[in-house]
């Protein structure tokens, strides 16, 4: 993907558009079974268009470009959260840690109250909502988005951020890994190279 322009159209960068009629293709299970062995990070997006906090756990939020500072993540049409994700202007991307497992959890489970336990969630005074004590958020405005199949891709634009546990250089952190179904969490006993 190209480095995308906070001002600019998806529609208008040059990524092809997906063509029908390939002669071959993998099926969702052939295709599910591929990225079941890469593992990635875990995030929890959050957003409220006047009907009531949303959130969804994702595992596709990845950093675009630094200046402007961009970041992409995808939804799945199936999520509850997807129809006011898709309507937001503003998103909250909370990456996770380890001692976040419970608000990850509660963003993949089906059909619960992500928002019932008070103490853990507040607003920002934009009005978003902001799980407390995670490892850190950031505040973003959807700038662009792009129909991918049965889900949608959202760039965003950081806005506001803060870090309540910050990973250092020489630090492993305890980064919340999602890999063959399963959490996971990396730290020191995980590195193989420095």
């Known amino acids: 993907m190209t480095s995308l322009d906070p001002h600019a159209s998806l529609a208008a960068d040059p990524i092809r558009p997906l063509k029908s009629g390939f002669s071959s293709s993998l099926s969702p299970d052939e295709f599910r079974g591929l990225f079941r062995g890469h593992p990635a990070g875990v995030a929890v997006i959050t957003a409220d268009t006047g009907e009531g906090p949303v959130a969804l756990t994702a595992t596709s939020v990845a950093s675009v ?39 990850a959890k509660a963003g993949a489970a089906r059909g619960v109250d992500r928002f019932d336990q008070t103490h853990r ?74």
Do not use: K
């Open 121 to 194: 969630w507040s607003r920002l005074v934009t009005g978003e909502p902001v799980y407390l004590d995670v490892r850190a958020w950031v505040r973003c405005a959807v700038i662009d988005r792009m129909d991918a199949g049965t889900s949608t891709v959202i760039a965003a634009h950081a806005l506001q951020s803060h870090i309540e546990r910050g990973v250092d250089t020489d630090v492993h952190g305890d980064a919340l890994v999602y890999h063959n179904r399963t959490w996971h969490r990396l730290g020191n006993h995980s590195r193989i190279e420095s």
């Open 65 to 103: 470009s630094a200046e402007p500072p961009l970041l992409i993540f995808s939804i799945s049409s199936l999520s509850s959260a997807s129809g006011v994700l898709a309507r937001a202007d503003t998103v909250v991307v909370h990456l996770l840690d380890a001692h976040d497992l419970e608000v």
